[in-house]
T-cell receptor, first 112, second 112 residues
Framework: TQLLEQSPQFLSIQEGENLTVYCNSSSVFSSLQWYRQEPGEGPVLLVTVVTGGEVKKLKRLTFQFGDARKDSSLHITAAQPGDTGLYLCAGAGTSGTYKYIFGTGTRLKVLA | NAGVTQTPKFRVLKTGQSMTLLCAQDMNHEYMYWYRQDPGMGLRLIHYSVGEGTTAKGEVPDGYNVSRLKKQNFLLGLESAAPSQTSVYFC???????????FGPGTRLTVT
């Protein structure tokens, strides 16, 4: 059974601070996605990484896929209150991109 | 273009009652998914479908059944609800050749 562990589970920081969220597994994934979820809504895709070692940037967010495609990180620079939410990673198995395993989630709160 | 819609938004059931959750998408997506989200556990895949008339089991299928008679609809049934099925249920859909899943707003189900 493939598992994705996220850390930390909870994070409360001041506006302007930097943070990193980790997503780790012992399994290899063909691709990995990061989603953000607001209260009362479904998750919304932020990014998909496909190649081992790949780095993608989305404004102040930097995503990296591990060289072995078993882990990923999300780094936020100068966090803002609008970044508050639940961050989820999701990995697609090597048999195809139609089925995803979700991580346990990191709940981020950015204080003004 | 409504995207992914879910009916109902909220429901309270007594143990042993049955119900059906409806998911509809207007994006002509091939793949559809049902997930449940519980605190501290991210999203767990219940059942999924890679096309009209086809369904498959996910990580936690016990106690649930699904049907996909029309491409745009994916139904999730609970034949005899149990308190352990208290959760928030999300439906998602995606194109076969793309990575992004589009999520509905969720259904909050409480079984007493």
């Amino acid at each position: 059974t493939q598992l994705l562990e996220q850390s930390p589970q909870f994070l409360s920081i001041q506006e302007g601070e930097n943070l990193t969220v980790y997503c780790n597994s012992s399994s290899v994934f063909s691709s990995l996605q990061w989603y953000r979820q607001e209260p009362g809504e479904g998750p919304v895709l932020l990014v998909t990484v496909v190649t081992g070692g790949e780095v993608k940037k989305l404004k102040r967010l930097t995503f990296q896929f591990g060289d072995a495609r078993k882990d990923s990180s999300l780094h936020i620079t100068a966090a803002q209150p609008g970044d508050t939410g639940l961050y989820l990673c999701a990995g697609a198995g090597t048999s195809g991109t139609y089925k995803y395993i979700f991580g346990t989630g990191t709940r981020l709160k950015v204080l003004a | 273009n409504a995207g992914v819609t879910q009916t109902p938004k909220f429901r309270v059931l007594k143990t042993g009652q049955s119900m059906t959750l409806l998911c509809a998408q207007d994006m002509n997506h091939e793949y559809m998914y049902w997930y449940r989200q519980d605190p501290g556990m991210g999203l767990r895949l219940i059942h999924y479908s890679v096309g009209e008339g086809t369904t498959a089991k996910g990580e936690v299928p016990d106690g649930y059944n699904v049907s996909r008679l029309k491409k745009q609809n994916f139904l999730l049934g609970l034949e005899s609800a149990a308190p352990s099925q208290t959760s928030v249920y999300f439906c998602a859909s995606k194109r076969s050749v793309e990575y992004e899943q589009y999520f509905g707003p969720g259904t909050r189900l409480t079984v007493t």
